[in-house]
């Protein structure tokens, strides 16, 4: 599985809402900016701002990766339960697709705040709840399940979403702007659609015999060609000052 190849699809379903969302923090004007959850670097290397651009990830093969393909950032190995940062230290922090797999989220984002300078901006950009997820046809409403099982097992919380604002107040972070990310449509090529299968077959292998897999497969690729097929879920976004 190409898990960077994966954030940069990612990154292109939140790209419209980061250009508004940096702009409404004023990206251009910070000094320093931090990524939480950093990964590959799929997100710092597309920061256009004059700011030094920091990046905090726990697995130390992701930031190898990140130090290839965001080259200008500085890059910590790190916990975003405990960010090893002083306090006041950015004029933005933000991370995206991070809060639903960590066990404290309400912890991992005051940690945000206390790294933020007051004034400051504290971007999650995309948080999903699987719990609300839509599949159409009804035929394919077990995919669905299947998944937010999967989710559970590795540790994520497949509804964080839902409670993303209300974890922000909890923090003490004044919220300016929260609610669902506009529906993106999901691209429709060849490649787009191996990436999206590829990922299923990661999570459900050892979980959902292959021969069931597979016929959902079949099922998807039907529903898309006639039209009939629907994939929905809501992700949600929150951008506060500190």
């Excluded at 790209?15 to 910070?30: T, W």
């Excluded at 080259?71 to 790190?78: E, F, K, M, S, V």
Aim: proline share 5%.
């Amino acid at each position: 599985m190409d898990w960077h190849t994966r954030y940069l699809q990612q990154a292109g379903w939140t790209r419209d809402l980061r250009v508004y969302l940096f702009a409404k923090a004023d990206a251009q004007s910070a000094r320093r900016i931090l990524e939480v959850g950093c990964g590959t670097g799929a997100l710092l290397a597309t920061i256009a701002s004059s700011a030094t651009l920091h990046g905090v990830d726990i697995d130390p093969h992701a930031l190898a990766q990140c130090r290839v393909n965001a080259a200008n950032a500085i890059l910590t190995r790190g916990d975003g339960l405990a960010l090893p940062y002083s306090n006041g230290s950015f004029d933005l922090v933000f991370c995206h697709y991070f809060l639903l797999w960590v066990n404290e989220p309400l912890q991992a984002v005051r940690e945000m705040k206390r790294v933020t300078r007051p004034g400051g901006h504290v971007l999650a950009l995309a948080e999903p709840d699987y719990f609300s997820r839509v599949d159409a046809p009804d035929e394919l409403k077990p995919l669905g399940a299947w998944q937010v099982e999967s989710l559970k097992r590795q540790g994520a919380d497949p509804g964080f979403g839902a409670r993303l604002a209300e974890t922000f107040f909890e923090a003490g972070i004044k919220l300016e702007e929260t609610g669902p990310i506009q529906p993106v449509e999901k691209e429709a090529d060849v490649d787009a659609l191996e990436m999206e299968w590829a990922v299923i077959e990661s999570d459900l292998a050892g979980m959902v015999e292959e021969e069931e897999i597979q016929k959902m497969r079949s099922l998807d690729t039907q529903a898309r060609k006639s039209g009939e097929r629907v994939l929905r879920v809501p992700t949600y976004f929150a951008w506060g000052r500190v």
